[in-house]
């Protein structure tokens, strides 16, 4: 039988950047990432009565040579978000490569599309290392990524192998077309709780 004690609430939320900022552009409107990580867990967490113990952030970053303005956002950006307490950043190259783009004529141009590979597995192996050592009661995940709906599999049966209860949760901006990651509970946001989340420093002008 699972250990439902009360208090269990401690917990860790994993930030994929990229597929945070793409959501909140789709549904929002914004143009660049202009959340704070930090404080839009805490918002979040504090809507649901949760308690936020560490946050870990997942970004791709292009190098210089490819794109030189996100290049230097993310660095201004990132050096801000290693000074947060109980904050972590994890990067990856952004790999770019040439796609065909058809446009809405029916022509078709090329055009370099920016990748990032990696930073789904880094997530889920974070996820199922820190539940194995028992640091987290809930999984908050910031990302529509369905390859994450594996880890909330192997979360169960690492729930029953402790004997405890374990959460996974995905979070993710409230409008139609967005959705949260299978097999997790959803926890929307809306444009009004992300709004006094913002980080209002803009990077953009240290370019």
Not at 34 to 50: F, P, S, T
Not at 54 to 79: C, E, I, M
Request: aromatic share 12%; net charge neutral; proline share 3%.
């Amino acid at each position: 039988m699972i250990n439902l004690c009360a208090g269990h609430d401690r917990v860790i939320a994993f930030v994929d950047g990229q597929n945070l900022f793409h959501a909140v552009r789709e549904a929002f409107g914004y143009t660049y990432p202009n959340y704070d990580v930090k404080k839009l867990a805490q918002a979040v967490c504090k809507k649901e009565g949760w308690r936020l113990v560490q946050t870990r952030f997942y970004t791709g970053v292009p190098n210089s040579a490819d794109n030189k303005p996100w290049h230097h956002f993310w660095a201004n950006k990132l050096a801000i978000m290693h000074q947060v307490k109980n904050a972590f950043v994890y990067t990856r190259p952004l790999r770019y490569t040439e796609k065909d783009i058809i446009l809405t004529d029916g022509s078709v141009v090329k055009a370099r599309i920016g990748e990032e590979k990696g930073i789904d597995v880094r997530i889920a192996i974070d996820i199922i290392r820190l539940a194995h050592q028992q640091v987290f009661d809930i999984a908050l995940v910031f990302s529509q990524d369905q390859d994450l709906s594996e880890v909330a599999e192997e979360i169960r049966v690492i729930s029953r192998e402790q004997n405890r209860w374990i959460k996974i949760a995905s979070s993710f901006p409230e409008a139609p077309q967005q959705r949260g990651i299978n097999k997790t509970d959803w926890v929307p946001f809306d444009k009004l709780l992300y709004d006094v989340c913002l980080d209002l420093r803009d990077y953009r002008a240290q370019i």
